[in-house]
């Protein structure tokens, strides 16, 4: 998000861009209102959640940590990067997708990412996925890119 500071409409705003292209009508819990604009503020300025904090700001959002991630990812690109279905069927090569609302789950994820991310051949992929886009991604979504066409190649 290209603003200064996230308020409340800019929320409402938002999060309604991330649900209008998935399956699922969002419903949005404003009654922690003032500690989730305080979270989503903090994640735009480099701050890495916690699980308790990805909680507060997932049962505010749909209770989903799919669409929340969606929009971490807007907020914030570099540190956080989208989590779905076949992101997660990738990593666990489970047909359920029981626990994938689990922050614990998220946060093994990204720091996973991380893990690839400082790899020493990992430029070589980046290279190959970057030059697919005319802007500039970061590591997480070449890497959650690579993820989610493998999965779906799968299929």
Not at 92 to 114: A, F, M, N, V, W
Not at 122 to 130: E, F, P, R, S, W
Not at 138 to 144: K, L, T, V
């Amino acid at each position: 998000m290209n603003i200064d500071r996230i308020e409340k409409h800019h929320l409402v705003i938002a999060s309604h861009f991330v649900y209008g292209w998935m399956p699922t009508i969002i419903q949005l819990n404003l009654k922690q209102k003032d500690k989730v604009l305080c979270l989503l503020n903090a994640t735009k300025n480099e701050h890495i959640l916690n699980k308790s904090e990805l909680e507060i700001l997932k049962s505010s959002i749909n209770n989903s940590l799919v669409g929340l991630s969606k929009l971490l990812h807007f907020i914030n690109p570099k540190n956080y990067a989208i989590w779905d279905s076949r992101i997660f069927r990738y990593l666990t090569e489970k047909k359920s997708y029981y626990g994938i609302d689990e922050p614990e789950h998220y946060l093994k994820y990204l720091k996973g990412l991380e893990i690839i991310a400082k790899h020493k051949d990992y430029g070589k992929l980046h290279n190959i996925i970057a030059r697919n886009f005319d802007y500039e991604i970061h590591p997480n979504r070449a890497i959650e890119i690579t993820m989610f066409e493998t999965e779906r190649n799968r299929q």
